[in-house]
């Protein structure tokens, strides 16, 4: 069976930083498009970052842009989310999802999903 285990997420001050990984298994990681995405409270699921089969292409949500960065490790099969300057409206649930087809920034786009992992930046 397909399994995403996202960790790493925390409760951190505004300006700091945070890195969460997501291990996967049972399938071909190497094969998807990997990619993070958040959801606060009342809001819908909202696309963050992405990287394509090999990493050698990232696409990135406006905000995340200059604070973010993803990397992957195919021979691990685990994908990593750097978050930096983070701020109070980065608090959410992160969660990780792999894709078949790039570029994926919707959540119809994504095949798996991890359970999520909260993400809370104090003031």
């Known amino acids: 069976q397909v399994q995403l285990v996202e960790s790493g997420g925390g409760l951190v001050q505004a300006g700091g930083s945070l890195r969460l990984s997501c291990a996967a298994s049972g399938l071909t990681f190497s094969s998807y498009v990997m990619g993070w995405f958040r959801q606060a409270p009342g809001k819908e699921r909202e696309f963050v970052i992405a990287?394509?089969?090999?990493?050698?292409?990232?696409y990135y949500a406006d905000s995340a842009k200059g604070r973010f960065t993803i990397s992957r490790d195919n021979v691990k099969n685990t994908v990593s989310l750097q978050m930096n300057s983070l701020k109070p409206e980065d608090t959410a649930v992160y969660y990780c999802a792999a894709s078949g087809v790039w570029i994926a920034s919707r959540p119809k786009d994504y095949k798996y999903w991890g359970q999520g992992t909260q993400v809370t930046v104090s003031s």
């Open positions: 990287i394509n089969w090999s990493g050698g292409n990232i």
